[in-house]
């Protein structure tokens, strides 16, 4: 079956622009969770959806992101007046519940670049 | 704070021979803890889950083992094989909590 699709999978930007990121997870996953990946460092978690409970921003790093999950499947990422330092590939999985012991399903990734 | 550690340092070994990749955590209390497969321009691939309860787990060449007194899983892939070369990543998570914590990785080199 289909795994979690991302797009882009490139997006080069410039400093303040905005940038919309998009995530199709796996049909009938309830869990969907977006990371950050930079160059030499860990998966930074960034938000969590959970069906139609509100969502885990607790990772977001600045109000300049922000996230929807619509129809409890496709999500965006959207970040507001890119900085330099949001440069990194964006990732985004899935899970058929969101606890710990279900293993996440990756995306591909969207490399943003921010010039 | 809590903290995960793998050796940032690739792991460089010959083919035939068993890998072993640590993952050593501090002030955190895991329930689960899972390990990752990430090649280069992918997303992370699960490969194994263990659990607080469980000593070891193992799936075809490869086994992990969790040790909550010492703090630290060991990942062991055995007959190890060029193909298996990549970035190994451990991930905790703790019970009643939907999120993982994942370490930095360690990159895994097998040559012919």
């Known amino acids: 079956g289909a795994g979690v699709s991302q797009s882009p999978s490139n997006k080069v930007t410039e400093k303040g622009k905005d940038v919309e990121l998009r995530c199709d997870p796996i049909?009938?996953?309830?869990?969907l969770y977006w990371y950050r990946q930079s160059l030499g460092q860990g998966l930074e978690f960034l938000i969590y959806f959970q069906g139609n409970s509100a969502p885990d921003k607790s990772g977001l790093p600045s109000d300049r992101f922000s996230a929807e999950r619509t129809g409890g499947s496709v999500s965006t990422l959207t970040i507001q007046r890119t900085q330099q330092e949001d440069s990194a590939v964006y990732l985004c999985?899935?899970?058929?519940?969101?606890?710990?012991?279900?293993?996440?399903?990756f995306g591909p990734g969207t490399r943003l670049t921010v010039t | 704070s809590q903290k995960i550690e793998q050796n940032s340092e690739a792991l460089n070994i010959q083919e035939g021979k068993t890998a072993t990749l640590t993952c050593n955590y501090t002030n955190y209390s895991p329930a689960y803890l899972q390990w990752y497969r990430q090649d280069p321009g992918r997303g992370p691939v699960f490969l194994l889950l263990i659990r607080e309860n469980e000593k070891e787990k193992r799936k075809e060449r490869l086994k992990v083992t969790f040790d909550t007194t010492l703090k630290q899983s060991l990942f062991h892939i055995t007959a190890s094989q060029p193909a298996d070369s990549a970035t190994y990543l451990c991930?905790?998570?703790?019970?009643?909590?939907?999120?993982?914590?994942f370490g930095k990785g360690t990159m895994l080199l097998v040559s012919p």
């Open positions: 999985a899935s899970s058929l519940y969101g606890q710990g012991d279900y293993e996440q399903y």
């Open positions: 049909s009938g996953h309830t869990a």
């Open positions: 991930a905790l998570g703790r019970k009643g909590y939907s999120t993982l914590t």
